[in-house]
């Protein structure tokens, strides 16, 4: 099961790198080939629920922002710190990309997402142990970052990365040809082992 999941978060990888890329290729600024290959890698990343949901109290949930900064606040433990904080900035970004109104309804807006992230990867730039250029180039350039993203994830007839994603994980529960047809279909290249649980 751990390999299903790396091939396909490779694969996916990929899809978003090239989305990336081929946006940046019309714009003005200029972005460092790592920020969009650790770009892309995390919106793939986000695509495994473990990896953007917590489980609490019977429940799946995304943990808020500010709960993550606490955490990363609280640890004494130098490395954690950074941990909780690249989580916090990459939740950050992937969150107000994708889902801008859900938090806007809420009465959450944009500038609250652009001090939490671009205020995590300033931290890391300066303490992380390694990628230093990556975290100082999207704390720097966050809002541009932020809006590359949600154009990368942007609605492509027929699908967007949402859809690519709800996709997926349909796939992982059913192993349903059909699906795995649509997602090979949008490029994404499949394990051949059949269904996964």
């Keep these: ?37 650790y770009m892309g890698n995390m919106l793939a ?5 473990d990896q953007l949901y917590h489980y609490d109290k019977g429940e799946w949930q995304i943990r808020p922002l500010a709960l993550l900064y ?7 433990e130098p490395y954690q710190r950074c941990l909780l904080l690249r989580h916090l900035g990459d939740m950050a970004l992937f969150l107000c990309a994708l889902f801008p ?4 309804r809420r009465g959450i807006r944009r500038d609250y997402f652009l001090g939490m992230g ?5 931290y890391l730039s300066e303490n992380a142990q390694q990628n230093r ?6 704390a720097n350039k966050f809002a541009a970052l932020l809006n590359l993203v949600a154009q990368a994830c942007a609605k ?42």
């Design 118 to 122: 671009g205020g995590a990867y300033g």
């Design 45 to 49: 990343r986000f695509g495994l629920r």
């Design 1 to 37: 099961m751990h390999t299903t999941h790396s091939i396909f978060e490779r694969t996916l990888a990929d899809y978003f790198r090239q989305r990336l890329m081929a946006l940046t290729e019309n714009q003005s600024d200029s972005y460092h080939e790592d920020t969009l290959w």
């Design 133 to 138: 250029h990556i975290f100082a180039e999207l």
């Design 156 to 197: 492509q007839m027929p699908f967007d990365a949402k859809d690519v994603l709800r996709l997926y994980r349909s796939w992982m529960v059913s192993g349903d040809d059909s699906v795995a047809s649509q997602l090979q279909g949008l490029g994404i290249s499949l394990p051949e082992s059949g269904q996964v649980h």
């Design 101 to 104: 109104e859900r938090y806007q």
């Design 70 to 76: 606490k955490d990363a606040l609280e640890t004494p």
